[in-house]
């Protein structure tokens, strides 16, 4: 049972690249989120989905998209990459919202 | 926007103490969550908190929410070395959305 899984573990981007973080889970899990984590900092939600097809924005969602179109898989986007943008981004999902969220691995990007 | 506070953010102690976390928040909310991190590491979940009054234990942790309050507990009993690691409460702050506290990094030190 692999739970969780995001790939890459670690990047690095140039400013104004783009780049795709993976997430895919086996739990089947209706809710599922992106999270990042600045040093020293508690996690804030960039998106999420409560299943395949819908998606919404999170507290901090400016400059990511994501789709959802299964619903093991739910990728994230980043368009044009920004040295702000640079954080350890987790992936998460949960059964209910009464449920223990199960969290990825977590992508460390640097953008430069 | 929901605030969620916890203190201390930083606590150092010695084994075989007791010692509690606190986690304030900001607007009304029956569903609270602790999780766990280890440096450099993903989150792992340790209770989870869904109405007033509730308290769950596991080991050498107990936690307990009041939603009156808006204030969970989390309270750590004979600490030992293992339980080095930074605690994270996130409280559902209404549109499926959790919101972080700051976290709070223990040290237990022999």
């Known amino acids: 049972n692999a739970g969780v899984t995001q790939t890459p573990k670690f990047r690095i981007l140039k400013i104004g690249q783009s780049m795709t973080l993976q997430c895919t889970q086996d739990m089947n899990h209706n809710y599922m989120y992106w999270y990042r984590q600045d040093p020293g900092m508690g996690l804030k939600l960039i998106y999420y989905s409560v299943g395949a097809g819908i998606t919404d924005k999170g507290e901090v969602p400016n400059g990511y998209n994501v789709s959802r179109s299964t619903t093991e898989d739910f990728p994230l986007r980043l368009e044009l990459a920004a040295p702000s943008q640079t954080s350890v981004y987790f992936c998460?999902?949960?059964?209910?919202?009464?449920?223990?969220?199960?969290f990825g691995q977590g992508t460390r990007l640097t953008v430069v | 926007e929901l605030k969620v506070e916890q203190n201390p953010l930083f606590l150092s102690m010695q084994e075989e103490k007791n010692y509690t976390i606190y986690c304030n928040y900001s607007t009304t909310s029956d569903r609270l969550y602790w999780y766990r991190q280890d440096p450099g590491k993903s989150l792992e979940s340790l209770f989870v908190l869904l109405s007033n009054g509730a308290v769950k234990q596991e080991g050498r942790l107990m936690a307990s929410l009041d939603t009156k309050a808006r204030l969970s507990t989390l309270h750590i009993t004979a600490a030992v070395h293992d339980l080095s690691a930074t605690y994270f409460c996130?409280?559902?702050?209404?549109?499926?959305?959790?919101?972080f506290g700051t976290g709070t990094s223990l040290t237990v030190i022999p």
């Open positions: 998460a999902s949960s059964y209910s919202m009464n449920t223990e969220a199960f």
């Open positions: 996130a409280v559902d702050g209404g549109s499926n959305q959790f919101y």
